[in-house]
């Protein structure tokens, strides 16, 4: 039987393949240039070859090394698939659902807490991030997703939101809604959504919808979460393109107030991803249907 290698050896061989240098991977997995040297003799020992080429700029994969690698990658991710089917395992009592911060802080997390409240037998937890979900390395059993993702997964529509004109009283000052010219002077808060700038209306796309194409957008504060910017907007630091769902409760508090009939709908749709190993889970059917219904 063919003696296989130490896993903190392999994880070493993988980190030290990325940088390249010795001295950068064991700052990475917190030991000491020594150990990640010792790890990498003792992994080119088991196997009989060199993985690196030595110099004083740092390392470079042999052929060997380069081969190795892509089996090395495949080992640790089937592990780490392995281990997140144990963990899905153990949770079967909880549904983990994952969305963008924004969406959990000003639209989700109300209404996740009236379905609990309703089924105290339910627990559900809510992960917010940014980073897109890996349902094979991943505990995650839903996630409510900007746009669709991969073809293999799921698709509920849930909804498809816009954005609206809106500021705060204290910013309008005694200014009329109606009195447009006098509104457009104030600051505009920026919302900077990185790669999916492109599916934002802007401050440009409003203007020119609006007939107001020969004004080019105010200077003001920016953020890249859309929470930020509404919480500015309530704070009266500049008008703002509020979306729908996020800032319906502020409207409704009079936080808020509609400058503009005119809406803009986003480039994507929200809707609700997951792979299929959640239909089998107790309960998810229904947690599902009651997601997709959470919208009017």
Request: charged letters at 15%; hydrophobic letters at 40%.
């Amino acid at each position: 039987m063919l003696k296989l290698p130490n896993l903190n050896c392999l994880v070493t061989f993988i980190n030290a393949a990325q940088t390249c240098n010795f001295a950068k991977t064991a700052k990475i997995l917190c030991i000491t240039p020594a150990a990640v040297s010792q790890q990498i003799k003792q992994l080119e020992s088991v196997l009989n070859t060199s993985l690196f080429e030595r110099s004083k700029q740092g390392v470079e994969l042999t052929q060997a090394g380069k081969q190795y690698l892509y089996f090395a990658n495949q080992a640790l991710e089937s592990l780490q698939r392995g281990q997140a089917c144990i963990d899905q395992l153990k949770q079967q009592a909880i549904f983990t659902l994952h969305t963008l911060p924004s969406v959990a802080s000003l639209w989700l997390m109300p209404k996740v807490l009236q379905i609990m409240e309703q089924h105290s037998d339910l627990e559900i937890r809510v992960e917010a991030s940014h980073a897109i979900v890996n349902f094979n390395l991943s505990q995650c059993d839903a996630s409510i997703s900007f746009g669709k993702q991969d073809a293999l997964l799921q698709h509920d529509f849930l909804f498809q939101d816009h954005v609206q004109l809106v500021a705060s009283p204290k910013l309008m000052n005694g200014i009329e809604p109606s009195d447009i010219n006098s509104l457009l002077e104030k600051p505009m808060i920026h919302i900077d959504w990185g790669d999916e700038n492109p599916y934002l209306p802007n401050w440009q796309d409003w203007l020119n919808a609006a007939g107001q194409s020969h004004r080019k957008p105010n200077k003001g504060p920016q953020f890249n979460l859309s929470s930020m910017a509404i919480d500015a907007a309530v704070q009266g630091k500049g008008l703002l393109l509020g979306q729908g769902l996020f800032i319906q409760h502020l409207l409704e508090s009079g936080q808020l107030v509609t400058l503009s009939p005119l809406t803009l709908p986003l480039g994507k749709a929200y809707y609700l991803v997951y792979p299929n190993r959640t239909l089998y889970k107790p309960g998810a059917l229904a947690l599902i249907e009651q997601l997709k219904n959470l919208v009017p």
